[in-house]
T-cell receptor, first 115, second 112 residues
Framework: KAGVTQTPRYLIKTRGQQVTLSCSPISGHRSVSWYQQTPGQGLQFLFEYFSETQRNKGNFPGRFSGRQFSNSRSEMNVSTLELGDSALYLC??????????????FGPGTRLTVT | QQQVKQSPQSLIVQKGGISIINCAYENTAFDYFPWYQQFPGKGPALLIAIRPDVSEKKEGRFTISFNKSAKQFSLHIMDSQPGDSATYFCAASASGTYKYIFGTGTRLKVLA
């Protein structure tokens, strides 16, 4: 079974631009979560989607948004990029998230650099 | 109350030794505690996870010990190998919140 895939793997953007990152979950998984990883803040939860519905959102400004499609694929968007948005953006998928033995699997991440 | 405190920040262990990483939490609603291993340039990979109704879980060389009353849990890596050199993250989740809270990570180096 293929793992979580994220595209693109690397991205360089300029301050003020916007960016869209894509995530394809493991086949059959319906929950997709997004995390931001930085050396200073570690892994920070952005949002989680299940069946196209956002079930939880982390403490990030409104410039960060996401969505999930009917095939469970997800995208996240960051508008008006700031230097501090430079990070590794990780997508994770699970069958449901919150079940008895519901494990979450991460993709390789998208490395975003804002200049 | 939402934090998960992880220690140590870094750890150096001789090959064949035992690596121990500790995590502590305050939120008693947490009911799922996974550990992840991350190599440079890769996403975190699930190692092992435990629920509060179990005090210990072992999978190969990896063991989670869980102390519900102390609100602490730890990862033990037995017979540590150079290939175990990576960053390890503990995490916690509460049912119905649909998110993980991660510890700050421990960078493990196993000397050959």
């Amino acid at each position: 079974k293929a793992g979580v895939t994220q595209t693109p793997r690397y991205l360089i953007k300029t301050r003020g631009q916007q960016v869209t990152l894509s995530c394809s979950p493991i086949s059959g998984h319906r929950s997709v979560s997004w995390y931001q990883q930085t050396p200073g803040q570690g892994l920070q939860f952005l949002f989680e989607y299940f069946s196209e519905t956002q079930r939880n959102k982390g403490n990030f400004p409104g410039r960060f948004s996401g969505r999930q499609f009917s095939n469970s694929r997800s995208e996240m968007n960051v508008s008006t990029l700031e230097l501090g948005d430079s990070a590794l953006y990780l997508c994770a998928s699970s069958w449901y998230l919150g079940g008895a033995e519901d494990e979450q699997y991460f993709g390789p991440g998208t490395r975003l650099t804002v200049t | 109350q939402q934090q998960v405190k992880q220690s140590p920040q870094s750890l150096i262990v001789q090959k064949g030794g035992i690596s121990i990483i500790n995590c502590a939490y305050e939120n008693t609603a947490f009911d799922y505690f996974p550990w992840y291993q991350q190599f440079p340039g890769k996403g975190p990979a699930l190692l092992i996870a435990i629920r509060p109704d179990v005090s210990e879980k072992k999978e190969g060389r990896f063991t989670i010990s869980f102390n519900k009353s102390a609100k602490q849990f730890s990862l033990h890596i037995m017979d540590s190998q150079p290939g175990d050199s990576a960053t390890y993250f503990c995490a916690a989740s509460a049912s119905g919140t649909y998110k993980y809270i991660f510890g700050t990570g421990t960078r493990l180096k196993v000397l050959a």
